[in-house]
Nanobody
Framework: VQLVESGGGSLSAEGSLRLSCAASGYTGSTYCLGWFRQAPGKEREGVATIDSDGSTNYADSVKGRFTISRDNAKNTLYLQLNSLKPEDTAMYYC???????????????WGLGTQVTVS
């Protein structure tokens, strides 16, 4: 399984950004895709997940501001980030696993991350 994130950048508070994650190498029909983030000195935390049945979950801190989605035809996962705050600054990672999960330890496949900096 290969996951490659893109779309990060530096922007001002209240701005918007869309992250993408191109996935390849997994052929199972059941899966869970997630976005995680890790700020310097902090643990990696779940931001949003989407299961193969379309169910989504969000961290309380991003509900109403971030939206996770996927394009099955393009094998791509997205995260739309709106109303960004300085505390959203972190490295954002895409992850995949066969079964639904939320904790970073539950995911076995990871991308290298894309940096989001909000000032």
């Amino acid at each position: 399984v290969q996951l490659v994130e893109s779309g990060g950048g530096s922007l001002s508070a209240e701005g918007s950004l869309r992250l993408s994650c191109a996935a390849s190498g997994y052929t199972g029909s059941t899966y869970c895709l997630g976005w995680f983030r890790q700020a310097p000195g902090k643990e990696r935390e779940g931001v949003a997940t989407i299961d193969s049945d379309g169910s989504t979950n969000y961290a309380d801190s991003v509900k109403g501001r971030f939206t996770i989605s996927r394009d099955n035809a393009k094998n791509t996962l997205y995260l739309q980030l709106n109303s960004l705050k300085p505390e959203d600054t972190a490295m954002y990672y895409c992850a995949k696993e066969r079964f639904p999960g939320w904790l970073a330890a539950e995911f076995g496949y990871w991308g290298l991350g894309t940096q989001v900096t909000v000032s």
